[in-house]
């Protein structure tokens, strides 16, 4: 049983409890577990279990209206059970380490977008961490009372908006290209070990970004990006494979030739892909030249004015 799952099951068996002691707020709080940790990503295994593990819940209420009811809520949960499973509750104060337990609404979603609303602009979108919009759309909502904390969800879960998911995939196109197609047959042809892995690195997580973008999905945190990449229709299976094969593969003279090949032979992919969801008219595998080609459906012209290598 992973974190998520033993987070609903201990909260099935408090919701008595909870409803006995505080129905008036169980009727308006969000319940789940969403955010920071391996175990909202459904990642969590025997070797995450040094720290924060144990069953555990979210509870969100507006700012205000938490902290009018806290002694209430922190009564009801003080006579919560303080081991389920066989496991220690992280529900007790001295181990929610502020990622579990009672939560403003609010400064949840404030902490990973520094927003006090749902981003609006294009300049608030591109400031937040894709990893950041990961974490707090992640994990699983059991019950919303007032549906408040779900809005904001989905209004996040819905992905960029198409200019800013455009300028960001023609971002990622040229840092695969500079990276990979360009610079690291360079890098390998000076017998530059150091060098080859660095644009290696960088094509990857430009190309895990980009495969994460296609599905309509905030790529996570980079210890998550590849495993979790692995559930996704579009590319993933592709994205998967090559980074299997380079994570093995070493750079040199004798042996880069594999991995020159096999990034060619995605990138090739990813340019079919953009072309069959009419993104790029381009009839190349060089994902340079799919950029600009992309940026020409960007309808905002200060995001067209940006500098194509970011985003």
Known sequence: MNGLELAQKFYESCLPSLRQDIPDIMDKAAVGLVGEGSECFGCDDEHSRDHDCGPAFCLWLPREELHTALPRIEAALERLPKEFMGM????????????????????????????????KTWQEWLRIPEYQLAACTNGAVFADGDGEFTRRREALLACYPRDILLKKLAARCMVMAQAGQYNLPRCLA??????????????????????????RRYMPFYKWAGKLARQLPVLGPSITTLLDLLAVTPLDT??????????ESFCASVASH??????????????????PSIMTQVR????????????
Request: hydrophobic content about 45%.
């Open 88 to 119: 220690e509750s992280r529900l007790v104060p001295e181990r929610r380490m502020g990622r579990v337990g009672p939560l403003p609404l609010e400064d949840f979603y404030a902490f990973f977008t520094k927003l006090a609303h749902t981003p």
């Open 190 to 215: 000076r017998g530059d070990s150091v060098a080859a892995m660095l644009a290696v690195a960088r094509f990857a997580e430009a190309a895990l970004s980009l495969v994460y973008l296609c599905n």
């Open 254 to 263: 004798t042996h880069g030739e594999l991995a020159v090949d096999s990034i």
């Open 274 to 291: 953009l072309r069959a969801i009419g993104l790029s008219d381009v009839y190349d595998t060089w994902l340079w030249a799919h950029g």
């Open 300 to 311: 905002d012209p200060e995001v067209r004015k940006l500098d194509l290598l970011q985003g």
